[in-house]
Structures are given as structure tokens and as C-alpha cells.
């Protein structure tokens, strides 16, 4: 990510959460097989940044909900799907929230049928449907992902799944260019498995 051009601050939950612009940043998210897959997100020296919980889905609301909170227990987004869908669509909102004012983006399959992941990311004030603002492109046999803006080659986070200890752990190694919004890239990560 070294060579790729310069990119403004790109704020896409808050601008607090943009990586700074002298350096990329490195953040480690671990997924805690504990029934319910929640995620713990730490920087490289161990620092807790985000925590993700995911409450039980009920037969009541066939739907599956993430919450994103800061290091304090804040709610920073919602992140929701269907689980009678087939589409794999993920729709985060701000805080708490499911009121269709407080929609982020919405990250779908490019196709049903693939052998190499390719998601597309609309963030909510995108009114076209031919363009996506992001794309999660992915090799599940090597357990990697990279993001880019929109179709460009312009990369702006690279994500590499690794197995715990035990297999009672995921780890996903994710390393966000600078002035990215890595609370987004986070977001995005939590929505792969």
C-alpha cells in the first residue's frame, strides 16, 4: 500500500476513526467463538478499539444484528441482515438505530454465484445502483481480502484471516491506509464470515 496515490480523509462513520495521513494502521479483530460471534478489535500494542456483540437471533426477528462500540461501550453502528434472504445484504445505521434516515451503506454480493468474493459498498447517499462507493474483493482460499474504492485499483485496506488457538479464535489481520475510516473497514470486516 506503500506506492498507491495520496487519498483525502475519507470519514465515512466519523472522521475521529481516520487513520492518520503520515502512516497506515494496524489493528487486530478477533472473533470469539463463544455462540454469538462477537469481535474483539486491538491496535498492534494491544489496545482495545472497538468491541462488536452479536445477541441471539430469535425465531421473532429472523434477522442478524452486530452492534460496533467504541473502547468507552458507546454504540457507534448497527449492523443488520436477513437472515430468509439469500443475498448476503448487510445494512449498517448510526448508534442504535434501524430508521432508514441513519443508513451508513449497505454491503451486497456483485453475484450469487462466485469463486472469488467481490462485494460491493454503497454508502447510503449513493442513489445509483450501476456504481458501488466500495469494493470487498477476496480470495476464500487464501483467507484475504483487499478493499478498493468503488471498481479503481485504488487500495484502501488489505484483511488476512488466520486461525487461534484451539479454533476457538479467528484472527483478522487488517491493515487500513491512511486516512481511511478504519471504524468502516471494521465494519466491513465483521460482515465476511
Known amino acids: 500500500m506503500a506506492n498507491q496515490p495520496r487519498l483525502s480523509t475519507t470519514a465515512i462513520i466519523s472522521p475521529q476513526y481516520c487513520a492518520p495521513a503520515t502512516h497506515p494502521i494496524d489493528l487486530i479483530i478477533t472473533k470469539e467463538w463463544t455462540g454469538r460471534n462477537n469481535f474483539t478489535v486491538t491496535d498492534t500494542n494491544n489496545n482495545l478499539i472497538f468491541k462488536v456483540k452479536t445477541p441471539l437471533v430469535t425465531m421473532v426477528t429472523p434477522r442478524q444484528h452486530r452492534f460496533l462500540f467504541d473502547a468507552n461501550r458507546n454504540p457507534i453502528l448497527h449492523l443488520r441482515r436477513s437472515l430468509l434472504a439469500a443475498d448476503d445484504k448487510w445494512k449498517a445505521f448510526r448508534g442504535e438505530s434501524e430508521a432508514p434516515q441513519d443508513l451508513v451503506f449497505t454491503r451486497e454480493r456483485s453475484s450469487f454465484m462466485q469463486l472469488r468474493t467481490k462485494l460491493n459498498v454503497s454508502l447510503a447517499n449513493n ?7 466500495f469494493t470487498v474483493r477476496g480470495n476464500l482460499f487464501q483467507n484475504s481480502w483487499k478493499v478498493y474504492i468503488a471498481n479503481s485499483d485504488n487500495l484502501v ?4 484471516k488466520e486461525l487461534g488457538t484451539m479454533f476457538i479464535t479467528e484472527k483478522f489481520m487488517v491493515t487500513v491506509s491512511p486516512n481511511m475510516d478504519y471504524a468502516f473497514i471494521v465494519a466491513l470486516v465483521v460482515t465476511l464470515d
Open 127 to 133: 442513489t445509483t445502483t450501476q456504481a458501488c462507493d
Open 157 to 160: 485496506a488489505k484483511i488476512k
